[in-house]
């Protein structure tokens, strides 16, 4: 028996195209060895409830791909793999200069192990499920970024990923409830933060309240807040949550965490027209590591995005089942 197979007769692929994109599969992880003999078309019928004409018809696709010769009165038997390279599809929900340090310190990680093929699907669980029914048995592993619409119902994903066998899903920064995962490297966005924030409260009591800066159509983990508010809340701290930094009164004697970097160069920008000094009577504490930030001297907190990409690659090439918090750190710098 090669496993379970997961066949979608609502797809748009043609059912002899699932069965053999499902032995490419099982043919590329090393279930299926050079010379070993697929199941008679009738045993594959009878185990697997597919019609005979099915499976000839997906046989004959495998024939065609040079994956398997046939032998009269024998059956189909494997000539090898097409190639020796493991074939990944890594899934994004947005192309940022963040989610590209992650994308490029994975590829570079992986080398020449594998062919890496890259996919958005622009944080709606829709798309990403017709990028699953098109792909499901072309690759070896699915490395996916699960962030989704804040509106969206946990049924519109979760099933979609359920489709996917464990030991092919690798996901990437958050970790979804109900969304099976042996391997992960993920952010815990609520400890995370906090954390963060308590490391710095020596320079933070410097500011009677914080302002969050929020945009809030971008589907930024709401998680965020929560950590904020429970910080302000121990340490008795007053805080407010803004979604647009241009609608903002600047206040002195408030700290502003800003998600957005358009935010943080209008913030910027209204700081140097005032009278305030950035790091005395306002301070500013930004999301994510640039070199621009570090050139402007702008307090950071921040994942490690390139030890993201670096961890995951390392869990596929050594097949390790693991979920991997991501170093998240603060860089202090002058402007809080």
């Known amino acids: 028996m090669l496993g379970n197979i997961r066949l979608d007769s609502k797809s748009k692929i043609p059912i002899p195209i699932q069965v053999a994109e499902f032995i490419i599969s099982k043919i590329d992880d090393g279930t299926l060895g050079k010379e070993d003999f697929l199941p008679s078309i009738n045993a594959f019928n009878k185990n697997y409830k597919v019609s005979r004409d099915s499976v000839e018809k997906a046989y004959n696709v495998l024939k065609k791909r040079g994956y398997v010769n046939a032998v009269p009165g024998k059956g189909y038997y494997v000539i090898g793999k097409a190639h020796d390279k493991l074939r990944i599809l890594f899934i994004l929900n947005k192309i940022s200069s963040f989610k590209k340090i992650t994308y490029y310190s994975f590829f570079k990680a992986m080398g020449d192990k594998a062919i890496i093929d ?27 970024m699960p962030h989704f619409e804040l509106d969206a119902e946990p049924a ?18 958050k970790i979804l409830p109900g969304v099976p995962a042996k391997k992960a490297v993920f952010q815990d966005f609520s400890s995370d933060i906090h954390d963060a924030l308590t490391d710095a409260t020596t320079m933070m009591k410097k500011y009677k309240t914080i302002v969050l800066v929020f945009p809030k159509y971008r589907n930024h983990p709401p ?40 935010d943080l160069v209008t913030l910027i920008k209204m700081i140097r027209k005032s009278d305030y000094v950035l790091g005395k009577d306002i301070g500013i504490i930004s999301f994510n590591e640039t070199d621009l930030k570090d050139l402007l001297d702008i307090t950071v907190i921040s994942t490690d995005f390139k030890k993201m990409g670096e961890t995951a690659a390392d869990l596929i090439l050594n097949n390790k089942n693991e979920l991997v918090k991501n170093p998240f750190y603060m860089i202090k710098r002058g402007s809080l």
């Open 118 to 144: 890259l996919q958005i699907h622009h944080y709606n669980p829709f798309l990403l499920k017709d990028i699953i029914d098109q792909n499901l048995h072309k690759y070896n592993y699915f490395v996916i």
């Open 223 to 262: 998680e965020i807040i929560e950590s904020v508010e429970q910080y302000g809340k121990e340490q008795t701290q007053e805080v407010s949550v803004e979604y647009n930094a241009a609608n903002i009164t600047l206040s002195e004697g408030s700290v502003y965490i800003v998600i957005a970097d358009d």
């Open 156 to 173: 519109s994903y979760l099933d979609t990923f359920k489709r996917i066998p464990e030991n092919e899903l690798l996901i990437l920064d």
